[in-house]
């Protein structure tokens, strides 16, 4: 009977930590989109300070740019899900992304609170596995 309840806490306890190794990955990857979404804030604010047709490297993703020449930086073309765009100023473009940034800094601090708690439980199962062995 014992042995039995020492394996279903055993099992809590993997779960429980699968469960903080989903979490932390799940934040990382948040973390790396704040990264690309500060970027992104960046490259709005630089681009708007650059001189109409000049001929600046474009990116087209991975190391790979195109030659081009920039011929407006008051509007910008926003992807807003499901493959529609829209133009927004150069203000509405910041203020979109700073909108996402707070939403995914948010959902990540949620998620650091969700790991200090399963952090928490981990110990206390610990301690009744060790309380449950027989000695």
Do not use: W
């Not at 500060?38 to 490259?43: G, L, R, V």
């Amino acid at each position: 009977m014992n042995e039995q309840k020492i394996k279903e806490k055993y099992y809590e306890y993997q779960m429980t930590v699968n469960q903080i190794q989903q979490l932390q990955q799940n934040i990382t990857n948040l973390e790396k989109h704040i990264t690309e979404l500060n970027k992104i804030d960046d490259n709005i604010e630089t681009i708007t300070k650059v001189e109409l047709n000049q001929e600046t490297l474009i990116p087209m993703g991975n190391g790979l740019f195109i030659r081009g020449t920039i011929k407006d930086t008051s509007k910008f073309i926003m992807n807003v899900g499901s493959g529609v765009c829209v133009e927004k100023t150069v203000d509405e473009a910041r203020e979109t992304v700073k909108k996402q940034l707070t939403e995914v800094s948010s959902l990540t601090d949620h998620m650091k609170v969700q790991v200090e708690e399963l952090m928490v439980t981990i110990q206390e199962l610990q301690e009744q596995i060790e309380k449950m062995k027989p000695e």
